[in-house]
C-alpha cells in the first residue's frame, strides 16, 4: 500500500511540473513583440523609455521591463501635418507630409490629431500669426502651407483682381500711409493693409463730349478732366457731380444758367453752343431750360433780383433771363366762355370781376373775355362742398359757372309723430350776383343746402306721416319760396326744388310705410283695373246698339228696295201685257187675247221647271191633253 501511494505522488507531481511548464512556455510566447513595419514598440524601462520601430522581433526583458504596448507610427499624405510634444524636453514639432512618422519615446501627437494643410491657389492666401513674436505674415499661393509650430492661421484672403481701368484706396494701419492700386495687376492685402471698399472701384473713362471734377479734399482744389482719357483720381481726391458729367449742349431757343461758387455771379449761357463747366460753376435750377415764347397765347413774368420788381412781358418774342432777372413762370391766357366768370385778387387785397357775358359787367373793364393775370394779382379760389350731404369740403372752384345748374341733396328729419324720415332731391340753382356771394359766403352749395335742411326739418315736424306723403311737394316749394331773402342775399336764385325720393330711417318703420304704400298701389291697380273693365263694357253696349242700328237701316233699305223692285218689275209686266193684248187684238181678231197671254205664261213655267231638277204632275184637265189616232200616211 506504501508503494502504490509513493508512486501516485510521483505522478501528481510529474503533471504538475508539466502544467507549470506549460504556463511558462505560454506567457514566455505571449511576451514575445512582433513589430510591423508601420508600428513601434514603446518599452517602459527601470529609469527610462525607449521605443523599437518595425519591423523588428523582440522580447522584453522580464527583470527590466515594466511595461510595454506597441502604436502605429503616424502615416501623412502630401496634404497632411501633425504637431508632436515631447513630455521630455516640451519641444514642439511639425511633422509635414508626406511621412510615416515614428514617435520618440516622450513624443505624443497633439490634441488636434492629424491636420489638413492649407492648398493655396494663386488667387488665395492666408495671414499666419506667429504666436512667440506676434508677427503677422502673408502667405499667397499657388502653395500648400503647413504651419510652424508657434504660427496660427487668423485669416484667409482672396486676392483682388484688378483691371485696366480699376483701381483700389489703400491705407497701411501701422504708417498711415493711402495710395492708389492699380490694375492690371493681382492685388493680396498685407495684414497691415486696409481697403477703402472691398470691390475695385472704376476709373473715369471719358468720351468726346464728357468731364470729371475731382475736389482734393486736403487742399479743396478742383480738378477738371475732359475726354477722350482715363481718368484715375489722387489719393485723396474723390468726384464732385458723383462721377462724368455730360457737357451741356445747348439748341437754338435753349439756356443754361451757371453760377460762380468762387465769386456768387451767375451767366446765362445761350444756344447753339456747347458749355464746359469749370472747377466752381454750379448749374442753376433744372439744368437746360428753353426761352419763353411770348405769343398771343403766352406771357412771361420776369422778376428783377436785385429790385424784386415783377414785370409781365407781353411783346411776341424769346425771353431771356440775364444776370440780373429770372423768369419766374409762363401765364396762359385766360378765356371766358359767355356763361364762366372769375374772381382776381390784386397785391391790395381788392377783388376784381372779369365776365364772358359783358351784359353782367358793371364797368368796361369786367368785360374783357381774354386778359393776362397782371403781375401780384392771383385768381381766388374757393372750396365748395360736394356730396349728397356736403360732407366733404374739397371741391376747388376758380371759375364759376353762371348758368342754372342741378345739385341733389340728402337730408333727415322728423315728422310730427315721430317718425325719422331720409329726403331726396334735387336744387334747380343759379347764381345771378358773384360779388354779393362772395361778400357772405365762401361755400355756396353748403349754405344751400344746410339752409334747405333747416326750413325742411321746420317744415316737416309740423306734419304727420301721412300728411307728408300727400303734401310733401307743397313742403318742397314752401322751403324756397318763404325764405327767399336768405339766397337773394348770397346772390343765388332757387328755381325749383324737388323732392324725387323718401324714405324712413327706421327699418321697422320703412317696412310699415312699405305696406302702406304697396298696399295704396294695389288699391289704386284694382281701381284702375275696374275702370278700364268698365270702359270695355261700355265700349261693347255701345258696339251691340250700333250693330242694331245698322241692321235697321239695312232692314229698311232692302225693304224700299224690294219695293221699288217690285214695282218696276208690276210695271215692266203691265208694259208687257198691254204690249201683247194690243197686238193680238190688232192682230187676231175675235182671238181671246188673256187666254193666249196665260197659256205662254204657263209654257215659261213648264220650260224653267223642265230646266230645273223638280217634278211638277199635271192632271188631264189641269193640262188639257187630247189624244188623236193618225193615219199611216200621216
Known sequence: FADAGGKAVKVAC???????????????????????????????????????????????????????????AVVLSETQYCVTRDSGTGAVSVIAGPALHFLGPYEEVDEGGVCEAEVLTAETGVHVQ?????????????????????EAVVRHVTAVALKADEYLRVQDKATGRVWLERGECIFFPQPTHELAKSTPERAFR??????????????????????????????????????VIN??????????????????????????KQVWLSGTDR?????????????????????????????????????????????????????LTDNEAIVLKDESGVYHFRYGDPKRASSPSDAQRSFFLPPHWEVVELRWSRGRRRERKDLIITTFDMRPQFMSFEFNCRTSDNVELVLEGTFFWEVVDLPEMLRFT???????????????????????????????NTIARDVHTNDDGFYQQRGIKIHSLEVTRYQCADESTAKILQKTVEETTNRLCRLTCQESENEVALARLKGELEEVKASAEVLEVRQKHAVESAKSEGLAEAERVVAFLSAVSEGFVGADGEQMWRTLRKNESLAAVANGSAHVVFAPQDAKLSFTELGANS
Not at 511558462?24 to 510591423?36: E, K
Not at 475732359?226 to 458723383?242: H, I, M, W
Open 14 to 72: 510529474v503533471v504538475s511540473a508539466a502544467v507549470a511548464a506549460a504556463r511558462l512556455a505560454s506567457w514566455l510566447a505571449a511576451r514575445v513583440q512582433y513589430v510591423g513595419k508601420d508600428e513601434q514598440l514603446l518599452l517602459k524601462l527601470l529609469t527610462e523609455k525607449v521605443v523599437v520601430n518595425g519591423p523588428a522581433v523582440r522580447f522584453p526583458s522580464v527583470f527590466t521591463t515594466l511595461s510595454y504596448k506597441k502604436r502605429k
Open 130 to 150: 506667429d504666436a512667440k513674436t506676434g508677427e503677422v505674415r502673408l502667405v499667397t499661393g499657388p502653395a500648400t502651407f503647413v504651419p510652424g509650430p508657434t
Open 206 to 243: 471719358l468720351l468726346a463730349s464728357q468731364s470729371v471734377r475731382l475736389i482734393d479734399s486736403l487742399s479743396g482744389a478742383v480738378r477738371v478732366e475732359r475726354g477722350e482719357q482715363l481718368v484715375f483720381p489722387a489719393v485723396t481726391e474723390s468726384p464732385l457731380d458723383n462721377g
Open 247 to 272: 457737357a451741356i449742349d445747348l439748341r437754338a431757343g435753349e439756356y443754361v444758367v451757371l453760377r460762380d461758387t468762387a465769386t456768387g455771379q451767375r451767366t446765362v449761357e445761350r444756344g447753339p
Open 283 to 335: 448749374v442753376v435750377g433744372d439744368g437746360k431750360e428753353r426761352a419763353v415764347c411770348v405769343d398771343a397765347e403766352n406771357a412771361a413774368l420776369v422778376q428783377d433780383r436785385r429790385t424784386g420788381e415783377l414785370s409781365l412781358v407781353t411783346e411776341p418774342g424769346l425771353v431771356w433771363p440775364t444776370e440780373h432777372t429770372g423768369i419766374v413762370e409762363v401765364r396762359q391766357l385766360i378765356r
Open 442 to 472: 365762401g361755400d355756396a352749395p353748403g349754405d344751400v343746402c344746410a339752409h334747405a335742411r333747416s326750413c325742411f326739418i321746420q317744415l316737416v315736424s309740423k306734419v304727420t306721416l301721412a300728411q307728408f306723403m300727400d303734401t310733401f
